[in-house]
């Protein structure tokens, strides 16, 4: 046998296995026609029809393997008390390859299986042959492709209330023998506690047929077809045949019609289940039938026309109308140009077509009215019946047709805009955004949305930013029938920050540049530079600052306004320095009377990337340093260092003029 991962490589170069990509037409084997399962019984298969071969994604294998229905029969059912599912796949052909897989396929088509990797409950794809299903001492979920992977998967927990999907695909194409699939071991429950029962029949137009609807799902092919399985209590009419349309097309159904031997004249009569021909009463899908004698009234109404009902609730601006008819009517008697109906109110407004929700036998309860265009602003409205340009209004199952004048009203709300205007009240600290809403149209529902997570439920509001920049808001209007959405974005762009770009020092003759950093709409600036010049322009001239004799500093000010009035101030300290000659010194005396306490390089305002390294007579390094304001006290390792010379190297690179400087010397410690 070979595996599925073989399989992968010959479909990616364009083979194919016969019957893998057949339209599968069986019963059964489609996920919409899955076999009804009962947990009590095995389920026996005894050949397997070629087809399939739809990919089915499996979460967690990324091999590369194709992993498709192939050959494939469905199972589905129903969890009825919540636990571990535990089955067992045995093959008629122990050599045969069974694979699984199960999915929860609750509120969600089936065909979803296909697509959907949020349906995925547990597989098992394993090449190895022979039995395959769930075990409870497996370790794995999933087991993937390959001869490497075990025939067992651990079993699934199941939820009570949620449906299943169980896929059985048979890998093993030279060999279609059938197997065994039985359910047990697990601890949840999917066999319905409900037993079977008539629920309801109504007698259909004339009383020649009965519309009988069960308590649940049956058997189709334990529906006796000659009727036999039903008698009635009356003489004026027999049992002559019964059937479910869904039959065709389905394993199980809970509606079924009963056909009598001529009409029933007007009254309440008793239909009673019994034995029919085949043995049985109508069986469900655990094989328990509905009690014999088990009976279920229906009544027989005089023929008469169906009226029209009522309209289901309008919604914002429509431009299809749904009426509800008490009965079915005849799908091919309403004309599709709409000429059946005429509306009337204020708007005008006109039909341009019609058309039912029709069934497989061209009936519908609804009738789809279209208008020339939607119904946009308030108004009371009148739908009436007239004879269409097919020559009658409309007509039911029976062949009623209703009146011509029968009349529904309803109303419309006004379409609503929820466009909004918006004022800002500027400010220096903060900012506040005035939001306003015209209202009309019967508007009585605001919600306000703003980017700070904050909301509100009034007409009007107002956020207040102390924090400027983007501002979003949004607002959704309602008039209980219609609503609508608007938003904008604000952008609060009117923050004042003063800054600028200075030295941290100033060297003897040097020409000291200021450079505005400032942020916001700048109306004015002010520099007072501490040297007793002052400039108002945005970019003042470069200053000059005289060689102190000793270090001295200068506070450099700007002050800025804006538009509106607001000012903001930055202040920077300018240090002159007597000197920017970089020298070491030859000696120094570690001795804490803060004088001549530390070696380090002097003036070193202007060296860029320094590195100091101070060395003893045995060229051992005793300090490094790449801060030029990091100083040698004369200690290594914690201890004092005896006088003596000691030798240093001094690296960097002069601010100005971008040369690299490398210097050497000695210097002498003493105490």
């Not at 409950?121 to 993937?144: H, L, Q």
């Not at 903060?430 to 009034?458: C, E, L, R």
Request: aromatic share 10%; net charge negative; hydrophobic share 35%.
């Amino acid at each position: 046998m070979t595996g599925k991962l073989v399989l992968s490589f010959l479909v990616s170069i364009g083979l194919s296995f016969t019957g893998f990509t057949q339209n599968c037409s069986t019963l059964g084997q489609t996920p919409g026609t899955a076999f009804p399962v009962c947990g009590t019984a095995d389920f026996k298969q005894q050949t397997v029809s070629a087809c399939g071969g739809r990919l089915i994604p499996v979460p967690g294998c990324n091999d590369g393997a194709q992993y498709s229905d192939i050959n494939p029969y469905w199972y589905k059912f129903t969890c009825f008390a919540s636990g571990t599912l535990g089955f067992t796949i045995t093959p008629l052909t122990s050599s045969d390859d069974y694979d699984w897989q199960l999915f929860d396929i609750t509120g969600r088509s089936p065909e979803d299986v296909y697509t959907n990797t949020a349906l995925y409950i547990t597989s098992n794809w394993s090449a190895v042959p022979g039995t395959t299903g769930t075990s409870s001492t497996a370790a794995a979920t999933t087991n993937c492709s390959g001869f490497s992977y075990p025939n067992k998967s651990k079993m699934p927990q199941l939820i009570a209330g949620h449906q299943y999907l169980l896929l059985v695909s048979h890998f093993t194409t030279t060999n279609q023998s059938g197997y065994t699939l039985s359910f047990g071991g697990g601890t949840a429950n999917i066999t319905d506690p409900k037993l079977p029962a008539l629920d309801s029949a109504i007698a259909y137009c004339d009383g020649s047929k009965v519309i009988v609807t069960l308590n649940k799902k049956m058997r189709c092919n334990t529906i006796a077809s000659d009727g036999s399985d039903f008698r009635l209590t009356t003489p004026l009419a027999k049992v002559t045949g019964a059937a479910s349309a869904i039959c065709s097309r389905a394993f199980d159904m809970d509606t079924l019609t009963v056909m009598l031997s001529n009409p029933l004249p007007p009254g309440t009569y008793s239909l009673v289940i019994q034995k029919g021909t085949d043995k049985n009463t109508i069986l469900d899908n655990c094989d328990r039938g509905i009690p014999e004698n088990d009976s279920i009234n229906f009544t027989v109404v005089p023929v008469a026309p169906t009226p029209m009902d009522s309209i289901t609730l309008v919604g914002c601006s429509p431009s299809i109308l749904k009426l509800v008819f008490q009965k079915p009517m005849r799908c091919n008697s309403i004309a599709s140009d709409g000429s059946d109906f005429i509306i009337s109110g204020n708007p005008g407004i006109s039909v341009s077509g019609a058309y039912g929700s029709c069934s497989s036998d061209n009936l519908s309860s609804i009738i789809y009215i279209k208008l020339n265009q939607p119904i946009v602003q308030k108004g009371n409205f009148i739908i009436t019946l007239r004879q269409g340009s097919d020559g009658n209004t409309v007509i039911d199952e029976c062949g009623e047709e209703t009146p011509a004048g029968a009349q529904v009203s309803f109303t419309t709300a006004d379409t609503v805009s929820a466009a909004f205007k918006y004022n800002v009240l500027w400010g220096c600290v903060a900012d506040t955004i005035q939001y306003s809403h015209p209202g009309g149209n019967s508007v009585n529902s605001w919600k306000w949305y703003f980017d700070n997570n904050d909301s509100s439920n009034t007409r009007n509001t107002e956020k207040t930013y102390n924090v400027f920049g983007q501002k979003n808001a949004s607002l959704i209007v309602s008039n209980e029938v219609c609503s609508d959405t608007a938003s904008v974005t604000v952008m609060l762009d009117n923050e004042l920050l003063a800054a600028f770009d200075a030295p941290e020092f100033v060297c003897p003759n040097d020409t000291t540049l200021f450079k505005d950093a400032s942020i916001g709409k700048i109306k004015s600036w002010d520099w007072d530079f501490g040297n007793g010049a002052r400039s108002f322009s945005q970019i003042p001239a470069p200053q000059q600052y005289p060689a102190p004799i000793t270090d001295r500093e200068y506070t450099v000010r700007l002050f800025i306004t804006d538009s509106i009035g607001c000012s903001s101030q930055r202040i920077h300290t300018l240090k002159a320095v007597s000197s920017c000659y970089i020298d070491i010194p030859s000696a120094f005396t570690p001795n804490g009377d803060n004088l001549n306490d530390y070696l380090y390089p002097l003036n070193a305002y202007k060296a860029e990337d320094l590195v100091f390294r101070v060395y003893n007579l045995y060229g051992q390094k005793v300090f490094e340093t790449r801060d030029r304001f990091s100083k040698w006290d004369g200690t290594f390792n914690g201890k004092m260092q005896q006088s003596g010379t000691f030798v240093w190297t001094l690296h960097y690179i002069h601010k100005d003029s971008r040369r690299v400087i490398n210097m050497k010397g000695t210097t002498t410690l003493l105490r």
